[in-house]
């Protein structure tokens, strides 16, 4: 993972004892060093009560070892236990940056040391280590090296349980299910240090997502981070066996690109089950390529939004008439068409950049709303053209964007503040005129609206997060659907937290769990229409 800057304690820094006279006036004393020194051979259990301490300073004494309560301490980035008598290390040392343990009788080190990804100073120095662990540590980089071995050999230990994560819960509230799949050459060791680089690997990744997207047994599959060559390699030949038909588009760079690059190039894709839906229309959207054509008037759109290459894909697809009778358990004689449209899209990451990721949103159920519109124009539905919700909506997306941001506001509730601290007082109102959600947007009231009419599938608090790496665990994945005409049954619960706690998993991937970000499951109910009909295809209508 990225290192971030760390100031070492300074060895020759100024300290100050608090006089009686201030401690009866009440002056608070802040310390979070502390050092031990005068031969010690124990320390005493109180110690690890010092939860607030960044740095212990225990060298040069007659220590033999470190009790495991040492971890107790979450705070501590520094320990020193130079020149003591340490013949073992506890598995757990909490989350160092700096340790040092030169001058000690140390003759193996526990394969859990490799968790401390953090990790920046390790002095091995003066220790009886085995010739293979000196070697690797002394060369270039070595601390590194030296960690990422220990690490992929932690197979069977504490961090690798063998015991899976107990099911997730099915929740009672057409299935969607929604997966970001960690494309693998964003899976590297820079980014997840915590996890082995085995267990990294897309090979031993792959079968993993695919099996957890099997036992969903969804109709509908949205993933988002495919890369394109696995795409067609194993997605596509694995679902197609399974009965799925696809629709894959990568980011818009691709265009651009050599085959050879091309084809390491993450995009977004959707499955749908063959036996219950035909593919009538599918449409890629273009984040740039909008920003560029409506760019006039803001700056931002150009500088900010263009330069990002997020899409979004949709899939207009007809529900078969069997299905319909199947579930309806009768003939449905004079209903021909049911449709379904099904969008996907992955917005950009960046925490700093809320503007873009809103902008992305609006252009992009803007672009949902033209293809509603044009579907029912060449279906010659005109007694319902611009009835925004003539067509039952599922929307699948890794917003990367949290619920209190204005991405899930304009989303859930049809609209948003053009003023909106998200915008980040860049004159965005212009452009965003041009985006026919409902009508002119802002034309007149300064808001950005919607006609969707779009709730999530998970309620309020339902998953603490959606994704959970070391530096941020938060929801930023979503389902939602529009009513009337869909309503949610039941989706799937989040992982158990008790199972991440116990085995100390402070982030994925993992060796069970094969993305950071983790999978939504969604039972949706298609009302079907009433018996009247337009053209041989039916609105949907309440049951």
């Not at 100073?121 to 220790?127: A, E, I, M, V």
């Not at 060369?139 to 069977?156: A, F, P, Q, V």
């Not at 015991?163 to 060791?189: F, H």
């Not at 007694?383 to 917003?399: K, Q, Y």
């Amino acid at each position: 993972m990225p290192k971030e800057k760390y100031d070492p304690p300074d060895p020759r820094r100024m300290y100050t004892i608090m006089s009686t006279e201030e401690a009866a006036n009440g002056k608070k004393s802040y310390w979070a060093e502390l050092e031990i020194s005068g031969k010690v051979r124990s320390l005493s259990t109180s110690l690890w009560t010092l939860t607030h301490l960044t740095a212990l300073h225990i060298g040069d004494n007659s220590l033999c070892h470190i009790p495991p309560d040492i971890a107790k301490l979450q705070n501590l980035v520094y320990l020193d236990l130079s020149s003591n008598k340490i013949r073992s290390l506890p598995a757990e040392l909490g989350n160092m940056v700096e340790l040092l343990l030169n001058n000690n009788q140390l003759r193996v080190l526990p394969f859990e040391l490799g968790k401390l990804f953090q990790l920046q100073t390790l002095g091995l120095k003066g220790n009886p280590l085995a010739q293979e662990i000196l070697n690797l540590y002394q060369e270039h980089d070595g601390t590194r090296k030296l960690l990422k071995n220990l690490l992929g050999n932690l197979s069977g230990t504490k961090l690798v349980s063998s015991e899976q994560p107990p099911p997730r819960s099915w929740i009672v509230q057409a299935d969607p299910v929604l997966s970001d799949v960690l494309c693998d050459k964003y899976a590297t060791r820079q980014l997840y240090g915590y996890c082995p680089s085995w267990a990294l690997n897309w090979e031993y990744r792959k079968k993993s997502i695919m099996q957890e997207i099997l036992n969903c047994s969804a109709d509908i599959i949205s993933l988002q981070e495919v890369e394109t060559v696995q795409y067609y390699s194993y997605f596509l030949p694995e679902l197609k066996e399974q009965g799925y038909e696809s629709f894959f588009s990568p980011k818009s760079r691709a265009r651009t690109m050599s085959d050879c690059d091309r084809k390491h190039v993450d995009g977004c894709a959707i499955f749908y089950r063959t036996e219950k839906f035909r593919l009538v229309q599918k449409h890629t959207v273009e984040f740039n390529q909008l920003a560029m054509a409506n760019s006039e008037g803001s700056e931002a759109m150009l500088n900010r939004v263009m330069t990002k290459d997020n899409i979004g894909v949709a899939a207009l697809l007809e529900v078969r008439k069997e299905m319909m009778e199947q579930s309806a358990g009768k003939s449905l004689h004079g209903m021909e068409k049911q449709l379904l449209l099904v969008a996907n899209a992955h917005m950009h990451w960046d925490p700093a950049y809320s503007d873009v990721k809103l902008v992305q949103t609006v252009m992009f159920l803007s672009e949902v709303k033209n293809i509603v519109d044009k579907a029912t124009r060449s279906l010659k539905l005109a007694s319902i053209s611009g009835e925004t919700n003539a067509v039952p909506l599922v929307l699948c997306a890794d917003l990367n964007s949290l619920p209190d941001s204005g991405v899930v506001e304009f989303l859930s509730s049809g609209g948003v503040d053009s003023t909106h601290k998200d915008f980040q007082e860049l004159r965005y109102i212009d452009s965003l005129t041009n985006f026919n959600c409902n009508g002119k947007n802002g034309a007149s009231n300064g808001r950005i609206t919607h006609d969707f009419k779009l709730k999530s599938a998970y309620k309020n608090g339902l998953m603490p997060y959606t994704n959970y790496t070391f530096d941020f665990k938060g929801i930023i994945d979503y389902i939602f659907y529009s009513q009337p005409t869909l309503n949610v049954l039941g989706v799937l619960g989040p992982l158990d937290p008790h199972w991440l706690h116990e085995n100390n998993i402070s982030g994925c991937p993992h060796p069970h769990i094969p993305s950071d970000h983790f999978s939504l499951f969604a039972q949706l109910e298609l009302l079907f229409p009433n018996p009247s009909s337009v053209n041989g295809i039916h609105l949907p209508g309440r049951r």
